[in-house]
Each structure stands twice: as C-alpha cells, then as structure tokens.
C-alpha cells in the first residue's frame, strides 16, 4: 500500500480543565463526582489534527467554538444540563487560538480545506462547524452519533444540537462497513475515506454510542496514527484498560481492547488523544 499521506499537524483551540474522573474511572457514578468534585485537572489542550492527502486537507476535530469560553453562560444550556456543564468542564481560549486562526497559522485557511471528520459531537470537538458550513466544507460523523444530533433529546447525551444544526452544515453521516483490512479485524466495520487505506475511520464507541477515530497510515517508515477524540485522554492507560467515569464503561473497554490489539498488528503506531499535551511531539 503507498500512502497518499504528507503533513500531519497538531493544532491547539484553546484549553479545558476538567475532573479527574473525566479521565481516570474508578466506577462512580457521574452525578455523583460531578457535583461532588472540589479539584480541576491542569489545563489540557483542545487538540484537532490537520492531514495533508494526495486528495486534499483533511481536518479531525474541529474544537470549541469561542463563546464556550467567553460567554458560557448563554452558550450552554440553562437547567441541570448546564450545571452539569459548569461542574464538568472550565473552557479557556486566548486571542489567536479560534480554528481559523489556527489554520492560517498552518498555511491552509479553511477555504483549502477538502473535509472534516469529528470523533463526536460534543461541543469542544464539534463546536466549530459552524465556521466549516460557511466555507461549504463537508463534515464527516459516524451514522450512530448523527442519530443523536436529529433525536429527541441531544441534551441528554452531551450533544448541544442548537449550536450544530445550522442547515449549512454539510453533515455526511458515515455507514461502517466489514473490511478485508488484516490490521482492522478486530473493529466491528471501517469507512476508507479515499479509497487508498491511508485514512480510515473507525467505529470505537464508549465515551459516545457513535464515537469514531481516524486511522492514518504514513510511508517512508513513518509510525501510522491513530486519531481517538475522547476515547482515551493518556494513550499509557490503554493497556491497563483504565476508562473514565463518562460513558459506557464496558464499550470503553472494548474499545481499548481494540486499541491495544491495533497496537501490536501495526508496530508502531501512535495513539493521538483529543487532549494530549504530547500530541504535537507524537504525530512528529
């Protein structure tokens, strides 16, 4: 297989603390730490990651949208949903980190952009699309998780549909199909966005029902990626398949398993966390 793949970039929107059961699990339940929790985790950033391809740019994750940070209040729900929210994340963003900004910094302003693909929906992941419909570019979501968006109560899966439903959004709702990929076989499906098997989307469900990562696979001896949103926040807790108190624990496991499984069928490979103060130094 040659690899249609060339620059692969992180880019940072901003910064969230979280809990540490967001990240660290140990069984309790979410209400519970949530409105128990004294502690913030240090800022961690907003990762997204931009993929050169013979094809074009490609985008993974989008971040948080700017008024998540300034003006909280009105951006999130009011209600027990954004208690919730206050309780669980403390988003910051400094002049100069937005998406657009960021992409320029990189030399492709969105315009130059083919498509973007999300891991979920939540609003530090999803929370720019709006800024991709202005430029008709496609968004790629897996068929699971785009059900939530158009359901009846997005709220309660994390899912702030008011601020993702701008009829603009080019939303291209992805269906997993079996692979006759040897690497891939231990994942329920995969989606090959071009064709060539340099980027592959992934079914890896846990943190959300229809989370999704983003296989890229490099030559010229370069480690293959593999793009995880939240399934994992520290690639080290994979093998001792440590999942948060967030989600599905049980899918997060499996998820994982799968992971690790990845692992040792491509030597190698990288696993880039959607907040990994390492991602930029592992994708190099």
């Not at 540490?20 to 140990?26: D, E, S, T, Y």
């Not at 907003?46 to 490609?58: A, C, D």
């Not at 939540?122 to 790629?140: F, M, R, S, T």
């Amino acid at each position: 297989m040659t690899s249609g793949v060339g620059r692969v970039s992180v880019l940072s929107i901003g910064e969230v603390r979280l809990r540490r059961h967001n990240i660290v699990g140990n069984g309790t339940p979410m209400l519970w730490w949530t409105f128990t929790s004294r502690r913030w985790t240090d800022p961690l950033p907003v990762n997204v990651v931009l993929v050169e391809h013979e094809q074009g740019w490609v985008l993974w994750d989008t971040g948080q949208a700017p008024a998540s940070a300034d003006t909280p209040r009105e951006y999130f729900p009011g209600g027990f949903v954004g208690a919730v929210y206050a309780r669980q994340v403390d988003s910051t963003l400094t002049p100069g980190q937005g998406l657009g900004e960021q992409l320029e910094l990189a030399g492709v302003p969105i315009e130059r952009l083919t498509l973007a693909a999300v891991s979920h929906l939540h609003y530090d992941h999803a929370g720019n699309v709006g800024e991709l419909a202005a430029a008709g570019i496609p968004v790629l979501v897996s068929e699971q998780e785009h059900a939530v968006l158009t359901g009846k109560s997005p709220h309660m899966h994390g899912v702030l549909a008011e601020h993702l439903l701008d009829a603009a959004v080019q939303w291209r709702p992805v269906t997993f199909a079996p692979s006759e990929d040897a690497a891939l076989v231990d994942f329920a499906g995969a989606y090959d966005i071009f064709g060539d098997g340099a980027l592959t989307l992934l079914p890896t469900p846990g943190h959300t029902a229809g989370s999704m990562s983003l296989l890229v696979r490099r030559s010229n001896g370069r480690n293959a990626l593999l793009l995880v949103g939240d399934a994992t926040y520290d690639p080290s807790l994979i093998e001792k398949a440590v999942v948060p108190d967030v989600g599905d624990r049980k899918q997060q496991r499996e998820t994982l398993r799968q992971f690790a499984a990845l692992r040792e069928r491509l030597p190698g490979l990288q696993v880039i966390a959607g907040h990994d103060p390492r991602a930029a130094e592992l994708v190099a």
